[in-house]
Structures are given as C-alpha cells and as structure tokens.
C-alpha cells in the first residue's frame, strides 16, 4: 500500500509480480470503505492455486 501516486511507485510492485495494488487509506473513513471494498472484492477477483 502506498499514498503515493507516482506512475513508477504503482509499477513497482507489479514488476515485482503483486497481483494488484491498493491505495492506502489516510483516514478511518476512507480505511472503512477499503475494508468494505476488499471485503466485496476479494471473494468475486482473487483466484488461488488448489
């Protein structure tokens, strides 16, 4: 997670082989919503090896 929102900070971890990126929230409302958000997220996106 990072604040930043330089072009070459969010290719970083993609070059790295992170599946996805997610802004960090700055304040509890904005946590909420991400926890929110990846909790509706995760199960739908996310695949895993068996």
């Known amino acids: 997670?990072?604040?930043s929102?330089?072009?070459e900070e969010s290719?970083?971890?993609?070059a790295?082989?992170?599946?996805c990126c997610i802004p960090k929230a700055v304040?509890?409302?904005q946590v909420a919503k991400l926890v929110k958000w990846i909790e509706d997220w995760w199960p739908?996106?996310?695949t895993v090896p068996k």
């Open 1 to 3: 997670m990072t604040t």
């Open 5 to 7: 929102a330089a072009d």
């Open 11 to 14: 290719l970083q971890p993609y």
């Open 16 to 19: 790295l082989l992170a599946r």
């Open 27 to 29: 304040d509890f409302s």
């Open 44 to 46: 739908v996106v996310v």
